[in-house]
């Protein structure tokens, strides 16, 4: 099956810790995306990748790191400067960056400070 | 910048009853694109329909439609005969070209059985 999976579900930080949450996409999408959806909001845009080796802040980028090694894999690093981890995260990808072309969501990670 | 604002946070409807779902936005542009999305209990965003501006028709995906109003930046969801499985969060999202994908604040859709 073609898709988008997010791991884990659920993820607890710690004081001063980083943590990576993974998405990994089977589509043979160029672009990838990361949002971050905060309680009675909607998704702001953190990182997003057009193509591999390549990435660029969203509204949202500080105390976050991106990497985009690998065309179906573009994980998210959240590090001890992210002052409010606590949050929904949703990864996307799109066939390419534009804007007429549909992105397809995986179904998130749940980030929670300890 | 663009803004995309949904005025109401809640709706509710009977189940097999049609509601329709408000979304304005703020462009200065003529070519775009605009996409209502679903975000269910799961929280998984699903697209529901997409519209180009361009296209003066209204996007139709079965029990879902749209009326698209270009000149009153309005783009509201129609869904019809609405059903359980309907239940969820609706954001109303637009973008043009290669910016970002911008969203408005959601609507909580709750179907009575």
């Known amino acids: 099956d073609g898709g988008i999976t997010q791991s884990p579900k659920y993820l607890f930080r710690k004081e001063g810790q980083n943590v990576t949450l993974s998405c990994e996409q089977n589509?043979?999408?160029?672009?990838m995306y990361w949002y971050r959806q905060d309680p009675g909001q909607g998704l702001r845009l953190i990182y997003y990748?057009?193509?591999?080796?390549?990435?660029q802040k969203g509204d949202i980028a500080e105390g976050y790191s991106v990497s985009r090694e690998k065309k179906e894999s573009f994980p998210l690093t959240v590090t001890s400067a992210q002052k409010n981890p606590t949050a929904f995260y949703l990864c996307?990808?799109?066939?390419?960056?534009?804007?007429?072309?549909?992105?397809?969501f995986g179904p998130g990670t749940r980030l929670l400070v300890l | 910048a663009q803004t995309v604002t949904q005025s109401q946070p809640e709706m509710s409807v009977q189940e097999a009853e049609t509601v329709t779902l408000s979304c304005t936005y703020d462009t200065s542009e003529s070519d775009y694109y605009l996409f209502w999305y679903k975000q269910p209990p799961s929280r998984q965003m699903i697209l529901v329909i997409r519209q180009e501006a361009y296209k003066q028709q209204n996007a139709t995906e079965n029990r879902f439609s749209v009326n698209f109003q270009k000149a009153a930046k309005s783009f509201s969801l129609k869904i019809s005969d609405s059903q359980l499985g309907d239940a969820a969060m609706y954001f109303c999202a637009y973008r043009r070209g290669a910016q970002k994908l911008v969203f408005g604040q959601g609507t909580r859709l709750t179907i009575n059985p």
């Open positions: 990748s057009q193509i591999v080796n390549d990435f």
């Open positions: 996307a990808s799109s066939v390419a960056h534009a804007g007429g072309e549909t992105q397809y």
């Open positions: 589509l043979n999408h160029d672009a």
